[in-house]
Every structure is written in structure tokens, then in C-alpha cells.
């Protein structure tokens, strides 16, 4: 079994600063990594993602996320958010070769002020 | 563009009335899952499908019931709803194989009032 740990539930931070958005793990077998991002009053979409090779993974909109498999960790970092980054942040962990069926974190909601 | 769509985006029923909240995907994948959404306790499983007609239960399936006649369709059914029920529900369909994502429907926030 999997399980997935958000450390922070709610992430203040104001435009253009730096976020580390925190998402630990624990799993007896591989996984493959995701987050996930919910803009207010929509479904979730997919942020990024890890399956394998370079452990650091980019999104479009200039988020990163770096799998430290020692740590067991996955976290979510953007070195200046913008105000339509305010949203509900979820990682996600699935068991490579098995289950398709996710683990989610409870959420982390990035609120950026101006 | 693939989707997931769903019935309703806001719904607001009585205690006691019988609820279908639908969800249909254009990917033609195998799996789908319905979830509901509480602040502060994240995404928790209601029911998944594997396959046409086959339904597993997820976490919390007490109160609800499924259907999945068709591989596009997968149906969440409230037999008689209560308060504790209101809450935003994620219909969310994957193609076969750990390594993929999950594609969400939009939700529907439901009140029972």
C-alpha cells in the first residue's frame, strides 16, 4: 500500500517570491510520481510528472518537481508564482507494473497575494 | 481534445431524494473512478470501474451505488440522500497501464439540503 503526505495545507506566499509546495511518500514497491493542479471551481489536470530517468521534471508554466528517491520525496517548487498560480495543489503516487489506481495527498491550496 | 464531462456542475437536492450524477469520457478508456472532494481531507475514493458493468468499492462507498452499462458512462447513484453527502464529486477516467494520469470531469457540487 501507498501513501502520500502533503505537509502543508494552505502555502501563503506574495507575487514573484519563490514556493516549495512539500509531498513525501511512502511505498514497499516503485512508483511513478504526479501532481496535480485544481484551479477554483474546475476538475483537477495534470501538473507534471515522473515515471523515470532525469529526476527533475519541468510543466509548461515554469513548475518544477525533483524525485529523491532516498527521501522519498516529490516536491513542487517555482521560483516566482504569479497570481493565477493560486490554486489547490495534489500529489499523487502510483505503483509501476500494478494498480492503476492513484494515491492522493490531502492538498496543498497556494494562495498568492499581490 | 480529450474530456470527461458531467451532468451537472451545481445541483441541489432534498434529504431523501434519489440523486444520479453522471459522467461520460471521449477517450475510450477502460477505468473510471468517482471521488468526493471535502476541505482538508483531500480526494477519497467512492467507486471505481474496470470495465463495462464491473465495479469495485473504493473507500467510502457506503450510501451510494454505481452503474457503468457503457464504456463511456459511468454513473454514481445517491439511493436517498442525506446532509453528510453535500460535497463536491470528480468523476476521473485512465487508460490501462500505472503510468498514466488521471483525466477529471469538472465536478459537481451537490447540496442536500
Known amino acids: 500500500a501507498q501513501s502520500v503526505t502533503q505537509l502543508d495545507s494552505q502555502v501563503p506566499v506574495f507575487e514573484e517570491a519563490p514556493v516549495e509546495l512539500r509531498c513525501n511518500y511512502s511505498?514497499?514497491?516503485?512508483?511513478?510520481l504526479f501532481w496535480y493542479v485544481q484551479y477554483p471551481n474546475q476538475g483537477l489536470q495534470l501538473l507534471l510528472k515522473y515515471l523515470s530517468g532525469s529526476t527533475l521534471v519541468e510543466s509548461i508554466n515554469g513548475f518544477e518537481a525533483e524525485f529523491n528517491k532516498s527521501q522519498t520525496s516529490f516536491h513542487l517548487r517555482k521560483p516566482s508564482v504569479h497570481i493565477s498560480d493560486t490554486a489547490e495543489y495534489f500529489c499523487?503516487?502510483?505503483?509501476?507494473?500494478?494498480?492503476?489506481?492513484?494515491?492522493f495527498g490531502r492538498g496543498t491550496s497556494l494562495i498568492v497575494h499581490p | 481534445d480529450v474530456k470527461v464531462t458531467q451532468s451537472s456542475r451545481y445541483l441541489v437536492k432534498r434529504t431523501g431524494e434519489k440523486v444520479f450524477l453522471e459522467c461520460v469520457q471521449d477517450m475510450d478508456h477502460e477505468n473510471m473512478f468517482w471521488y468526493r472532494q471535502d476541505p482538508g481531507l483531500g480526494l477519497r475514493l467512492i467507486y471505481f470501474?474496470?470495465?463495462?458493468?464491473?465495479?469495485e468499492k473504493g473507500d467510502i462507498p457506503e450510501g451510494y451505488s454505481v452503474s457503468r452499462e457503457k464504456k463511456e458512462r459511468f454513473s454514481l447513484i445517491l439511493e436517498s440522500a442525506s446532509t453528510n453527502q453535500t460535497s463536491m464529486y470528480l468523476c476521473a477516467s485512465i487508460a490501462s497501464g500505472s503510468y498514466n494520469e488521471q483525466f477529471f470531469g469538472p465536478g459537481t457540487r451537490l447540496t442536500v439540503l
Open positions: 499523487a503516487v502510483n505503483p509501476s507494473g500494478g494498480s492503476y489506481i492513484p494515491t
Open positions: 511505498s514497499s514497491v516503485s512508483v511513478y
Open positions: 470501474s474496470y470495465d463495462v458493468k464491473m465495479k
